[in-house]
């Protein structure tokens, strides 16, 4: 299984909402990631996790809360989020997060805020 | 100055050519370099990993790696429209952290 999957692909949700991002990989990667896209514009870094544990909050709101239950899933839960907030949320795996690994992104989900 | 820099293009090369992608980068410290495609509407997808001055080939797909002038670059062979997509240059630097630069359009046309 060489495969990152995310769930839902498509979510549209209210500014006062509670929602969540799902993330499963089976490649027995130790780091993940959670990564936001904005149109045309290149995946910009929100969170790593490595060996289950957050080693990397790129400042983002405090609306966006990741969890790492175990080492194969990763969520981000997203609570009163914004309309500037809607863009395509990017999970990716690699073996650890030292090395020379590339990542593993998934199909991503692409998320509207109304 | 942009830790990782790309023309944006787009970059439009007739079928069969080849077509010439650059990136440059800032942090001396990089470790690792790679090349990601991404068609409009998708995830980025790996296809060049390079981490020695040099070349590497895969198929169609050739990086070149010049550290000392801190310049990636990919080379691809006889373009097909199938090639034409975003194509984004990353580097791992310090902490270990992907940074993408802003990507480069390539339009194949027939």
């Known amino acids: 299984d060489t495969e990152v999957t995310q769930t839902p692909k498509h979510l549209v949700m209210g500014m006062t909402n509670k929602k969540s991002l799902k993330c499963e990989q089976h490649m027995g990667h130790r780091a993940m990631y959670w990564y936001k896209q904005k149109a045309k514009k290149p995946p910009e870094l929100m969170f790593v996790?490595?060996?289950?544990?957050?080693?990397i909050n790129e400042s983002v709101p405090s609306r966006f809360s990741p969890e790492c239950p175990n080492s194969s899933l990763l969520n981000l839960h997203l609570h009163a989020l914004q309309p500037e907030d809607s863009a395509l949320y990017l999970c990716?795996?690699?073996?650890?997060?030292?090395?020379?690994?590339?990542?593993?992104f998934g199909s991503g989900t692409r998320l509207t805020v109304v | 100055q942009k830790e990782v820099e790309q023309n944006s293009g787009p970059l439009s090369v007739p079928e069969g050519a080849i077509a010439s992608l650059n990136c440059t980068y800032s942090?001396?410290?990089?470790?690792?370099f790679f090349w990601y495609r991404q068609y409009s509407g998708k995830s980025p997808e790996l296809i060049m990993s390079?981490?020695?001055?040099g070349d590497k080939e895969d198929g169609r797909f050739t990086a070149q790696l010049n550290k000392a002038s801190q310049y990636v670059s990919l080379l691809i062979r006889d373009s097909q429209p199938s090639d034409s997509a975003t194509y984004l240059c990353a580097v791992r630097g310090g902490g270990n952290k992907l940074t993408f630069g802003t990507g480069t359009q390539l339009k194949v046309e027939l």
């Open positions: 942090d001396r410290g990089s470790q690792s």
């Open positions: 390079i981490y020695s001055n």
């Open positions: 996790y490595s060996y289950e544990k957050l080693s």
């Open positions: 990716a795996s690699s073996q650890n997060r030292e090395g020379y690994y590339g990542y593993t």
